[in-house]
């Protein structure tokens, strides 16, 4: 019985000569997917708890911080503390997993994707600095004690693994285009 002419072909969701078919870069995509996950649960758990007066204590997570920013009027806060630790690490995540998927690894393409990404990587760090003045901001308070959670350390871990997937890619893309 002869295919129908509306059959999707196999894999179309990938270009044919991008890294998510090159050997040693298969799980570059589904590692962005999971620090991706990673990322946005960070988001949510609390990174520490601000006790005040002793008996007054509050959970603080990214995302409610930015609101408050943003509910106090304060936007400029909100969009560093936003941009920096929120939409950037994601977008980051989101352009590798294009690159590894979509993007002709040996062609011009590739060398640009390399440039995007060195230029993604030197932003790596802002994002755990950006929670790093979170806390010290509020610890030189006199009214408040902090206590770091579990979040901070996501946060962390979710930075981390994103400098090494962008490092991997880098790699793999260079390699690439020396084949080629």
Same mark, same amino acid.
């Given at each position: 019985?002869?295919?129908?002419?509306?059959?999707?072909?196999?894999?179309?969701?990938?270009?044919?000569?991008?890294?998510?078919?090159?050997? /040693?870069?298969?799980?570059?995509?589904?590692?962005?997917?999971?620090?991706?996950?990673?990322?946005?649960?960070?988001?949510?758990?609390?990174?520490?708890?601000?006790?005040?007066?002793?008996?007054?204590?509050?959970?603080?997570?990214?995302?409610?911080?930015?609101?408050?920013?943003?509910?106090?009027?304060?936007?400029?806060?909100?969009?560093?503390?936003?941009?920096?630790?929120?939409?950037?690490?994601?977008?980051?995540?989101?352009?590798?997993?294009?690159?590894?998927?979509?993007?002709?690894?040996?062609?011009?393409? /590739?060398?640009?994707?390399?440039?995007?990404?060195?230029?993604? /990587?030197?932003?790596?760090?802002?994002?755990?600095?950006?929670?790093?003045?979170?806390?010290?901001?509020?610890?030189?308070?006199?009214?408040?004690?902090?206590?770091?959670?579990?979040?901070?350390?996501?946060?962390?871990?979710?930075?981390?693994?994103?400098?090494?997937?962008?490092?991997?890619?880098?790699?793999?893309?260079?390699?690439?285009?020396?084949?080629?």
């Amino acid at each position: 019985m002869p295919k129908p002419e509306t059959a999707i072909p196999a894999r179309r969701w990938r270009h044919p000569k991008a890294l998510a078919g090159r050997p /040693g870069t298969f799980w570059i995509g589904p590692l962005a997917a999971a620090n991706l996950a990673l990322l946005v649960a960070a988001w949510f758990l609390p990174i520490m708890t601000l006790t005040r007066f002793w008996f007054w204590s509050d959970r603080v997570s990214l995302w409610e911080t930015a609101a408050g920013l943003l509910h106090q009027g304060e936007i400029l806060l909100f969009a560093i503390v936003a941009g920096f630790s929120m939409v950037f690490p994601a977008a980051k995540l989101l352009t590798a997993g294009w690159v590894w998927a979509r993007v002709d690894a040996a062609s011009g393409g /590739g060398h640009r994707a390399v440039r995007l990404m060195e230029a993604l /990587g030197r932003w790596s760090m802002i994002d755990v600095f950006v929670v790093a003045l979170i806390v010290v901001a509020v610890k030189v308070s006199l009214v408040a004690d902090v206590g770091v959670h579990s979040g901070i350390y996501v946060f962390a871990a979710a930075a981390a693994l994103s400098i090494a997937l962008m490092a991997w890619i880098g790699r793999a893309l260079k390699r690439a285009a020396s084949e080629s």
